[in-house]
């Protein structure tokens, strides 16, 4: 029996109590439970993670896991189909509900789902999927039954868009309307988007483009998590990556994590200390959180690039006069908080 790793659980549990809102540490704790055996506390924290986080597709698969492993089929199967709701175009999670579909004899559902995951996956999930779809359409004949068309089928805009954007992915940029309220035909249109673009980037997952693509999808649908996972994942595979660098401090600052925006935002100014706009964003930061004297640093370089540059000075100018009430403090750009 393998030796469990206590230091491993508490380090994951500690991560749910910091960040209670993500998904990501919920599901990480689950998964982790879930693959050492431990169903009941696997199903517990995921559980918790629904009633505390959004975006909850991934805590909804790995639950539909969990109950398939516990033998509750139909539990399963419920789970599973709220994650797919969620996130239309995963392969994998298409994948996990068209077999416990079939383990629950579903079968007419079975088949459809898992013609639906080998249209998301590619070739290499026909190769791996078909062997098994002929098993389900040959049990089907044998029992009279046509296969139901569930989950509906992508309507033919969708269709459209996720085809457009499977050919060139740089369509999906075009696509982002930088609007909050979206009309429901383009939360579709996005999501269409979304759905190609996720099946690209698994079957080419160096290329970062597609995922500073899938971040900024994401983030005009208001996934922000997922739009984080997904800058993140850009900036991994090219730390140059500028424009995915600016897309994380904003998606950092939207979801609350101004010294991580501020992070990035930094190490943007380094990447192009030409841009005007960086230094003014790293100072307001760098403000906000607290550390007047970075943010000074910030605002004189903007005047660098542009000494005309009116916000840099009034914001600098405002900045020194509060330092000279309070006193003297650390050199600007020696470091702000301790």
């Known amino acids: 029996?393998?030796?469990?790793?206590?230091?491993?659980?508490?380090?994951?549990?500690?991560?749910?109590?910091?960040?209670?809102?993500?998904?990501?540490?919920?599901?990480?704790?689950?998964?982790?439970?879930?693959?050492?055996?431990?169903?009941?506390?696997?199903r517990e924290a995921l559980q918790t993670?629904?009633?505390?986080?959004?975006?909850?597709?991934?805590l909804h698969h790995l639950l539909g896991l969990v109950f398939a492993g516990a033998g509750d089929l139909d539990s399963a199967v419920r789970h599973l189909e709220r994650a797919t709701r969620q996130e239309p175009g995963r392969f994998d999670i298409l994948r996990d509900l068209a077999l416990v579909e079939g383990a629950a004899?579903?079968?007419?559902?079975?088949?459809?789902?898992?013609?639906?995951?080998?249209?998301?996956?590619?070739?290499?999930?026909?190769?791996?999927?078909?062997?098994?779809?002929?098993?389900?359409?040959?049990?089907?004949?044998?029992?009279?039954?046509?296969?139901?068309?569930?989950?509906?089928?992508?309507?033919?805009?969708?269709?459209?868009?996720?085809r457009m954007v499977s050919r060139d992915p740089s369509v999906a940029?075009?696509?982002?309307?930088?609007?909050?309220?979206?009309?429901?035909?383009?939360?579709?249109?996005?999501?269409?988007?979304?759905?190609?673009?996720?099946?690209l980037a698994s079957q080419n997952p160096a290329f970062p483009d597609l995922y500073f693509s899938l971040g900024l999808i994401a983030e005009q649908l208001g996934e922000v998590d997922r739009?984080?996972?997904?800058?993140?994942?850009?900036?991994?595979?090219?730390?140059?990556?500028?424009?995915?660098?600016?897309?994380?401090v904003r998606l950092y600052e939207r979801s609350g994590q101004r010294a991580r925006a501020a992070e990035q935002c930094q190490k943007a100014s380094e990447l192009r200390p030409q841009w005007l706009d960086v230094h003014l964003r790293l100072g307001h930061l760098l403000r906000e959180d607290g550390r007047p004297h970075e943010a000074a640093a910030a605002y004189r370089r903007a005047l660098e690039v542009d000494k005309r540059c009116k916000e840099a000075r009034r914001r600098l100018d405002d900045i020194e006069a509060a330092l000279a009430v309070a006193g003297p403090g650390p050199a600007a750009g020696e470091g702000g908080r301790q």
């Open 227 to 248: 739009a984080i996972e997904a800058a993140e994942k850009a900036i991994d595979i090219n730390p140059r990556y500028v424009e995915a660098c600016l897309l994380a």
């Open 105 to 162: 004899g579903r079968m007419a559902d079975s088949v459809e789902t898992l013609r639906q995951a080998i249209s998301m996956g590619g070739e290499a999930a026909a190769a791996a999927l078909t062997p098994l779809l002929r098993v389900g359409e040959k049990a089907l004949l044998k029992q009279g039954a046509k296969p139901e068309r569930r989950p509906p089928q992508p309507p033919s805009r969708a269709a459209f868009v996720e």
């Open 49 to 58: 993670g629904l009633g505390q986080a959004t975006q909850t597709s991934r």
């Open 1 to 42: 029996m393998r030796q469990h790793d206590y230091e491993k659980e508490s380090a994951l549990r500690g991560k749910v109590r910091t960040e209670p809102g993500k998904a990501e540490v919920h599901g990480e704790l689950g998964a982790w439970l879930l693959r050492a055996g431990r169903l009941a506390q696997a």
């Open 173 to 199: 940029e075009a696509l982002v309307a930088r609007r909050t309220e979206l009309s429901a035909p383009e939360m579709e249109t996005l999501r269409a988007a979304r759905r190609a673009l996720t099946r």
